[in-house]
T-cell receptor, first 115, second 112 residues
Framework: DTGVSQDPRHKITKRGQNVTFRCDPISEHNRLYWYRQTLGQGPEFLTYFQNEAQLEKSRLLSDRFSAERPKGSFSTLEIQRTEQGDSAMYLCASSLSIAGANEQFFGPGTRLTVL | GESVGLHLPTLSVQEGDNSIINCAYS??????FIWYKQESGKGPQFIIDIRSNMDKRQGQRVTVLLNKTVKHLSLQIAATQPGDSAVYFCAEGITGGFKTIFGAGTRLFVKA
């Protein structure tokens, strides 16, 4: 257990439905990341927060995706009008931005299946 | 649990042997490199990292080698154990940056 938790661990939804995932990072970590991972691939960067500010979004993140970190603590990732291609593992990671340190701690992920 | 990396390259080693997993990275500007281990149903777990001002770094039973000339990274695991069976990913980044780019994984299978 890395100290990063994600909820739910599994989500099955029908195409067109909205889903929301939650990530609770390690409490003192100011950086939070979202990744997507499909079978046979490494995690792909989606977006990044420094405290409550969303500083970067990947082109992979279409308009149907939105992420928030309202108080600089937990974060949510929402997918609207889900498509079958959204089926993947969604990973959250956190880190502490001190000089020279970039170790990210990953949560267990949320497995999304879109039917 | 979920199976990670169904179509990944696989390295099969006998318990007690040493394992070497290789990775080619893509960005010449990257100066920070990490190896992660991912078991089924879990997120990636940090193993060891190395900065570009070094060519070798050792941890507990693991050694990472960096060859910047050919943009190659390797992970050596000594006395491989069944618990080392997992998918291993190399990743690259830039000091002070935030984006970590993961490479293709390798599945390590340890035969008892």
């Amino acid at each position: 257990d890395t100290g990063v938790s994600q909820d739910p661990r599994h989500k099955i939804t029908k195409r067109g439905q909205n889903v929301t995932f939650r990530c609770d990072p390690i409490s003192e970590h100011n950086r939070l990341y979202w990744y997507r991972q499909t079978l046979g691939q490494g995690p792909e960067f989606l977006t990044y927060f420094q405290n409550e500010a969303q500083l970067e979004k990947s082109r992979l993140l279409s308009d149907r995706f939105s992420a928030e970190r309202p108080k600089g603590s937990f974060s949510t990732l929402e997918i609207q009008r889900t498509e079958q291609g959204d089926s993947a593992m969604y990973l959250c990671a956190s880190s502490l931005s001190i000089a020279g340190a970039n170790e990210q701690f990953f949560g267990p992920g949320t497995r999304l299946t879109v039917l | 649990g979920e199976s990670v990396g169904l179509h990944l390259p696989t390295l099969s080693v006998q318990e007690g042997d040493n394992s070497i997993i290789n990775c080619a990275y893509s960005n010449s500007a990257s100066d920070y490199f990490i190896w992660y281990k991912q078991e089924s149903g879990k997120g990636p777990q940090f193993i060891i990292d190395i900065r570009s001002n070094m060519d070798k770094r050792q941890g507990q039973r693991v050694t990472v080698l960096l060859n910047k000339t050919v943009k190659h990274l390797s992970l050596q695991i000594a006395a491989t154990q069944p618990g080392d069976s997992a998918v291993y990913f190399c990743a690259e980044g830039i000091t002070g940056g935030f984006k970590t780019i993961f490479g293709a994984g390798t599945r390590l299978f340890v035969k008892a």
